[in-house]
């Protein structure tokens, strides 16, 4: 059994059938449950998405695998610097140079490296989509689980 931490789900509200506006809402509202704790961002927990069956295949036309997924997300969902209060700032400029990772008009990716990315796909294909995240301080776990026998 794998445990996965998430903090909670966001609709996709936009409604062009358009992937690359999709994708623009994914990607973008990865920021939106705020800077991770710590004193220096990113920290190094790994970052949940779980995304609709409908959300997924419209993200799909545009990477041929979870990899190229997970790389344009490390590029792009970034926090502005200024989200994180003053005293953390110095530390994380440090960190990110310490491991060479480029900070672009001072925004710091969410997570320390793409492989970080944990990218699900759940649900069903009706109702409202929605993509899931987590940036709790948690790392998923998976644990072997023995199931009784059944009775005959």
């Not at 445990?3 to 966001?10: A, E, F, K, Q, R």
């Not at 509202?29 to 004193?39: E, K, N, V």
């Not at 609709?52 to 926090?79: G, N």
Request: glycine letters at 8%; charged letters at 20%; a neutral charge.
């Amino acid at each position: 059994m794998t445990v996965l931490p998430v903090n909670g789900m966001w609709p996709i509200t936009d409604m062009s059938p358009d992937p690359e506006m999709v994708l623009h809402h994914v990607t973008h509202g990865l920021i939106a449950s705020g800077p991770c704790g710590g004193h220096r961002a990113p920290d190094g927990f790994e970052t949940v998405l779980v995304m609709s069956p409908v959300i997924a295949k419209m993200v799909a036309q545009r990477f041929p695998d979870k990899r190229a997924f997970r790389e344009h997300l490390f590029e792009h969902a970034r926090v502005p610097l200024d989200h994180y209060p003053p005293y953390r700032r110095e530390a994380t400029l440090a960190q990110l140079a310490e491991r060479g990772i480029a900070v672009r008009d001072r925004r710091i990716p969410v997570c320390l490296e793409p492989d970080r990315f944990v990218v699900l796909v759940a649900g069903g294909l009706g109702g409202l989509q929605s993509v899931g995240l987590s940036c709790m301080l948690g790392m998923a776990t998976t644990r072997r689980v023995e199931l009784p026998e059944r009775a005959a």
